[in-house]
């Protein structure tokens, strides 16, 4: 075991490290960032001193080298735009996307796991068929859309949720969270269902097929054969197995509400990271993407990670090496 | 074509609803895209064409409501029906040539990975699963961030989150039938090594592809749509169905709903249309679940 978390954190450092190699690369694609620093009406010398200012007057191996050093001391760049440490903006914006994705993912959790289970256990019955072609429709579905169709009804017609913002926050712990108030809550409700619906989707189809693999196994047709009763069998030794695969799903799919939160966020004006990210993109504003990158792959490697480490506790028969 | 209508998929494709439905709408789109601009009097991109005093018409069946414009118009007098099939051409476009370039690129380094092994193999197979850590619209995002927009930038960046997931199919299959006895069979008869991939492997690799490549299409034109949508995508005298929506969204909070509800519609029932499909053919091409 510790072994292999070495190994494992061996390769999140080599991963990141090739994460660093391109985000460089592709940013050094993206023009001249000179002319985000200085006025239009800048000299020539005003440019070179800008230019030597942000070292881009040295060689391409050379910047990589100051790049890459200047992350590894935690030196992570001053935005072109907020004229502010890159780091802080995101970090002042991310409780608000963490917020939203962890709203994301219970809700889905809770409709898609029983329904899934309800699904893969009578496959054959009405309201399963109908809660598939629903859940068909969910991962054919525009999410930018969707929330598109909420604003348009609950905010501009009905007038019954907010279509924009965050709400009222409350200081917890330095953190300014905004499911403390009433008011954050009503505005976290159609960002938070606009972002689970695909997640929702995919988590129930995964736990019914899972559900219908394990009704296929011997110790299913032993346990029923034995008298346990029809529900003992499935949600007692059937719900424990289908679910396997299912955690697994969840770490790609955290993952994946954190990417598609950027579209949320830009839709709903969401002060999170996300939308901080389309928005430097705008303004080209290179260190704050560099930065969200690098965040955000820091993150994706340390979700995969605990994903494989929860996966052998929760099923024996599978072994680190 | 007898033995087709005979076989085994044609019969359970006709006794699967879900398969005709998705079908259908498959070849609904497939005729839009081909007959768009003849089933429309007006060129939505011919600024001639367009009239200011037609901007802004809702839908035929409401107050206001123009018979010339059945869904409506948007902000330039443009038909919104008119844009729906212009812009269907352009989402399925890109959806099927990053499908096809993706699966050209990773079926041949996935025979390569698999048919050589070695450096090679861990080379690629390392990027694969560097990629796979990361979601597809990400990485998209990141790279038309980096290299603006355009149909041409879209249609790389797709092919560039693609190709993985056939490489890592094609060589787990390569990897099981280079073990068969045929394989060894040509190796021994001293065959080359290209054709031995080329006429032997390839053949017999394909079949579950044709899953991954149909749905593939769809994820793609959603991805477009997401990435137009932002901003990053097609440029604006190419408008995507994604491009669409986010011209409408401007328009949606002074109750224009028609010119963004459309095009979202569009896209949910074309990508419903190939999952539908898709799943059919999943559970028809794999054998594990008869």
């Given at each position: 075991?510790?072994?292999?978390?070495?190994?494992?954190?061996?390769?999140?450092?080599?991963?990141?490290?090739?994460v660093?190699v391109?985000?460089?690369?592709?940013?050094?694609?993206?023009?001249?960032?000179?002319?985000?620093?200085?006025?239009?009406?800048?000299?020539?010398a005003?440019i070179a001193?800008a230019?030597?200012?942000?070292?881009?007057?040295?060689?391409?191996?050379?910047?990589?080298?100051?790049?890459?050093?200047?992350?590894?001391?935690?030196?992570?760049?001053?935005?072109?735009?907020f004229?502010?440490?890159?780091?802080t903006?995101?970090?002042?914006?991310?409780?608000?996307?963490?917020?939203?994705?962890?709203?994301?993912?219970?809700?889905?959790?809770?409709?898609?796991i029983?329904?899934g289970?309800?699904?893969?256990?009578?496959p054959?019955?009405?309201?399963?068929?109908?809660?598939?072609?629903?859940?068909?429709?969910?991962?054919?579905?525009?999410?930018?859309?969707?929330?598109?169709?909420?604003?348009?009804?609950?905010?501009?017609?009905?007038?019954?949720?907010?279509?924009?913002?965050?709400?009222d926050t409350?200081?917890?712990?330095?953190?300014?969270?905004?499911?403390?108030t009433?008011d954050?809550?009503?505005?976290?409700?159609?960002?938070?269902?606009?972002?689970?619906?695909?997640?929702?989707?995919?988590?129930l189809?995964?736990?019914?097929?899972?559900?219908?693999?394990?009704?296929?196994?011997?110790?299913?047709?032993?346990?029923?054969a034995?008298?346990?009763?029809?529900?003992?069998?499935?949600?007692?030794?059937?719900?424990?197995?289908?679910?396997?695969?299912?955690?697994?799903?969840?770490?790609?799919?955290?993952?994946d509400?954190?990417?598609?939160?950027?579209?949320?966020?830009?839709?709903?004006?969401?002060?999170?990271m996300?939308?901080?990210?389309?928005?430097?993109?705008y303004?080209a504003d290179r260190?704050?993407?560099?930065?969200?990158?690098?965040?955000?792959?820091?993150?994706?490697?340390?979700i995969n990670?605990?994903?494989d480490?929860?996966?052998t506790l929760?099923?024996?028969?599978?072994?680190?090496? | 074509?007898?033995?087709f209508?005979?076989?085994e998929?044609?019969h359970?494709?006709?006794?699967?609803?879900?398969?005709?439905?998705?079908?259908?709408?498959?070849?609904?789109?497939?005729?839009?895209?081909?007959?768009g601009?003849?089933?429309?009097?007006?060129?939505p991109?011919?600024?001639?064409?367009?009239?200011?005093?037609?901007?802004?018409?809702?839908?035929?069946?409401?107050?206001?409501?123009?018979?010339?414009?059945?869904l409506?118009?948007d902000g330039?007098?443009?038909d919104?029906?008119?844009?729906?099939?212009?812009?269907?051409r352009?989402?399925?476009?890109?959806?099927?040539?990053?499908?096809?370039?993706?699966?050209?690129?990773?079926?041949?380094?996935?025979?390569?990975?698999?048919f050589?092994?070695?450096i090679?193999?861990t080379?690629?197979m390392?990027?694969?699963?560097?990629?796979?850590?990361?979601?597809?619209?990400?990485?998209?995002?990141?790279?038309?961030?980096?290299?603006?927009?355009?149909?041409?930038?879209?249609?790389i960046?797709?092919?560039?989150?693609?190709?993985?997931?056939?490489?890592?199919?094609?060589?787990?299959?390569?990897?099981?039938?280079?073990?068969?006895?045929?394989?060894q069979?040509?190796?021994?008869?001293?065959?080359?090594?290209?054709?031995?991939?080329?006429?032997?492997?390839?053949?017999?690799?394909?079949?579950?592809?044709i899953?991954?490549?149909?749905?593939?299409?769809?994820?793609?034109?959603?991805?477009?749509?997401?990435?137009?949508?932002l901003?990053?995508?097609?440029?604006?005298t190419?408008?995507?169905?994604?491009?669409?929506?986010?011209?409408?969204?401007?328009?949606?909070?002074?109750?224009?709903?028609?010119?963004?509800?459309?095009?979202?519609?569009?896209?949910?029932?074309?990508v419903?249309g190939?999952?539908?499909f898709?799943?059919?053919?999943?559970?028809?091409l794999?054998?594990?679940?008869?």
């Amino acid at each position: 075991m510790f072994g292999y978390i070495l190994k494992r954190l061996i390769q999140m450092v080599l991963v990141l490290w090739v994460v660093s190699v391109i985000v460089f690369l592709m940013m050094s694609f993206t023009g001249d960032p000179v002319f985000m620093v200085v006025p239009i009406d800048a000299s020539d010398a005003e440019i070179a001193q800008a230019r030597r200012l942000l070292g881009l007057d040295k060689s391409p191996l050379m910047q990589y080298w100051i790049f890459i050093s200047s992350l590894v001391q935690g030196d992570f760049g001053q935005s072109y735009v907020f004229r502010q440490p890159a780091m802080t903006l995101i970090l002042e914006r991310m409780p608000a996307t963490v917020e939203m994705v962890m709203v994301a993912m219970v809700l889905a959790i809770i409709i898609a796991i029983p329904l899934g289970v309800y699904a893969g256990a009578n496959p054959n019955s009405r309201l399963s068929r109908i809660i598939m072609s629903f859940s068909l429709i969910g991962i054919s579905l525009p999410g930018f859309w969707v929330g598109m169709l909420l604003i348009y009804l609950f905010a501009v017609h009905w007038g019954v949720f907010p279509s924009s913002g965050r709400g009222d926050t409350r200081e917890f712990f330095g953190l300014r969270i905004s499911l403390l108030t009433w008011d954050g809550w009503h505005h976290i409700v159609l960002p938070s269902v606009t972002l689970s619906l695909g997640t929702m989707a995919i988590l129930l189809r995964m736990t019914r097929a899972g559900m219908m693999e394990v009704s296929r196994h011997d110790y299913m047709k032993f346990a029923r054969a034995k008298g346990a009763t029809r529900n003992d069998v499935l949600y007692k030794h059937g719900l424990k197995n289908a679910l396997i695969p299912v955690v697994t799903i969840f770490g790609l799919q955290l993952g994946d509400l954190i990417a598609f939160a950027t579209i949320t966020e830009t839709i709903f004006s969401w002060p999170g990271m996300g939308k901080l990210l389309i928005d430097s993109i705008y303004r080209a504003d290179r260190p704050v993407i560099v930065v969200y990158l690098m965040l955000v792959a820091l993150i994706f490697v340390v979700i995969n990670f605990l994903v494989d480490i929860v996966y052998t506790l929760i099923d024996p028969r599978i072994t680190l090496k | 074509m007898t033995t087709f209508l005979q076989s085994e998929l044609f019969h359970n494709y006709r006794r699967s609803s879900s398969a005709i439905i998705g079908s259908g709408l498959m070849a609904l789109f497939a005729f839009a895209v081909l007959a768009g601009p003849f089933l429309v009097a007006q060129d939505p991109y011919d600024i001639a064409a367009l009239n200011l005093m037609d901007s802004y018409k809702p839908p035929v069946w409401l107050e206001g409501g123009d018979p010339r414009f059945i869904l409506g118009t948007d902000g330039q007098g443009r038909d919104v029906w008119a844009s729906v099939l212009y812009g269907a051409r352009i989402s399925v476009f890109i959806g099927l040539v990053a499908m096809m370039a993706s699966c050209l690129i990773g079926t041949a380094l996935g025979l390569i990975a698999g048919f050589y092994g070695g450096i090679l193999d861990t080379v690629i197979m390392r990027i694969a699963d560097v990629q796979l850590s990361f979601p597809s619209i990400l990485i998209a995002l990141f790279l038309m961030s980096a290299v603006g927009t355009g149909v041409d930038k879209v249609l790389i960046a797709l092919t560039a989150v693609g190709w993985v997931v056939y490489a890592r199919t094609v060589r787990g299959s390569t990897l099981s039938e280079i073990e068969k006895e045929y394989v060894q069979a040509a190796k021994v008869a001293g065959l080359p090594n290209r054709k031995i991939i080329r006429k032997h492997v390839l053949p017999n690799v394909l079949t579950p592809l044709i899953v991954i490549a149909t749905i593939q299409v769809g994820t793609f034109v959603l991805i477009e749509a997401s990435l137009s949508f932002l901003g990053v995508g097609v440029p604006i005298t190419q408008p995507s169905l994604g491009l669409l929506i986010k011209n409408g969204f401007d328009v949606l909070f002074s109750g224009l709903w028609w010119t963004s509800v459309f095009p979202g519609f569009a896209i949910m029932m074309l990508v419903f249309g190939i999952n539908l499909f898709g799943d059919f053919l999943r559970d028809e091409l794999n054998p594990r679940l008869k």
